[in-house]
Structures are given as C-alpha cells and as structure tokens.
C-alpha cells in the first residue's frame, strides 16, 4: 500500500507543478495580449497640432 501512495503522491505532485506551469504561461500570455492592446491604444491617439509661431516661452500669459 505504501507504494500506492508514493505514487499517489508524487502524480498530485506533478499535476499540481502542471496545474502551475499552464497558470503561469495563460498569465504571461494574458499579459501579452494587453500590452499589445495598450500599445496600439497609444499609436492611435492623435498627435498634438504645434501652434504656428508659438515655441516653449514665446507667449506670456499676462491675464494671471
């Protein structure tokens, strides 16, 4: 019977290191995916029209 639950045992063992190495690889892949979206998220955002004629510092803001 020992050997039964040796064998019992180490087959929980290794489905339980399976069970965390499937969990782990769907995570990584979950996370992937989400950095992919994030990334197109960001490449779709309009891009910032400069104002013609104003450069960093050439207005004041004298309504303050």
């Given at each position: 019977?020992?050997?039964?639950?040796?064998?019992?045992?180490?087959?929980?063992?290794?489905?339980?290191?399976?069970?965390?190495?499937?969990?782990?690889?769907?995570?990584?892949?979950?996370?992937?995916?989400?950095?992919?979206?994030?990334?197109?998220?960001?490449?779709?955002?309009?891009?910032?029209?400069?104002?013609?004629?104003?450069?960093v510092?050439?207005?004041?803001?004298?309504?303050?």
């Amino acid at each position: 019977m020992e050997v039964v639950a040796a064998a019992s045992a180490a087959s929980a063992s290794s489905l339980a290191t399976v069970r965390g190495q499937a969990s782990m690889l769907v995570l990584k892949k979950a996370m992937q995916i989400q950095e992919t979206n994030a990334l197109q998220l960001l490449q779709a955002l309009p891009q910032p029209m400069p104002t013609p004629g104003a450069a960093v510092g050439g207005t004041i803001d004298t309504y303050a």
